[in-house]
């Protein structure tokens, strides 16, 4: 995956660089009128061996690998998912009334939230962004 970017600043080791995700409804005909297309600014801090080649209001493009984005999707989506599914049917199944199960499911994923955070540093590691002079 590609964004294309502008560079901010730059300091020893590292590129900073803001990016404009915007959805895929975007380019469609009709987004201004159903309201349903959306843009938002991200600054992004990128560790660079050669960050004193890059300049302040330069044009990048900021690359993740794909294998690294299924792996986000993975955390963010599918596993809290199947988390919340599997607690919300065990516990039903279990004869649990349903005031329990919600506070179960809630509670499942605080828990998995918290995990998430005490993990952080491990998960960025994981997730290596590359920043790229954009070549005319």
Not at 51 to 62: L, R
Not at 67 to 76: D, M
Not at 109 to 123: G, Q
Request: glycine fraction near 6%; proline fraction near 3%; aromatic fraction near 6%.
């Amino acid at each position: 995956m590609t964004h294309p970017g502008t560079v901010l600043k730059t300091q020893k080791g590292q590129v900073t660089v803001q990016i404009t995700s915007v959805s895929a409804c975007a380019a469609c005909q009709a987004h201004s009128r159903c309201g349903f297309a959306e843009s938002k600014t991200k600054t992004l801090d990128i560790p660079e061996r050669h960050w004193n080649e890059y300049h302040e209001g330069e044009q990048v493009s900021v690359t993740i690998d794909t294998s690294h984005g299924l792996l986000a999707v993975l955390i963010a989506y599918f596993l809290p998912t199947i988390l919340l599914l599997g607690v919300i049917v065990g516990l039903s199944l279990a004869g649990i009334p349903e005031l329990g199960v919600i506070l179960s499911s809630f509670a499942a994923l605080a828990l998995y939230v918290a995990i998430l955070v005490l993990w952080r540093k491990h998960i960025d590691n994981r997730f290596t962004l590359k920043v790229e002079k954009i070549r005319n």
